[in-house]
């Protein structure tokens, strides 16, 4: 794994000690976690403004809700 330097103030670094304390962790796996967590993160509020930008639209959220019944019917395909 190739490893790169990053520069952080003492307030995060601080942070990152007193976690590192409490898990046990390496002071990386701790800095990955947080930005995959980070980036979850910021996934989920883009999916909430797409899905609130679709609500707004009234004619695009009523094929978006049809568009639902459709698929809704096909679980119980093989049934």
């Known amino acids: 794994?190739?490893?790169?330097?990053?520069?952080?103030?003492?307030?995060?670094?601080?942070?990152?000690?007193?976690?590192?304390?409490?898990?046990?962790?390496?002071?990386?796996?701790?800095?990955?976690?947080?930005?995959?967590?980070?980036?979850?993160?910021?996934?989920?509020?883009e999916v909430n403004e797409a899905y609130l930008k679709l609500r707004t639209d009234k004619k695009a959220w009523k094929e978006e809700l049809i568009e639902r019944k459709l698929w809704a019917r096909t679980l119980n395909d093989g049934k």
């Open 1 to 45: 794994m190739s490893t790169a330097t990053v520069r952080i103030d003492s307030r995060t670094h601080k942070l990152l000690q007193e976690i590192k304390k409490i898990s046990g962790e390496p002071m990386q796996i701790i800095i990955s976690k947080a930005l995959e967590h980070y980036k979850e993160v910021q996934f989920w509020n």
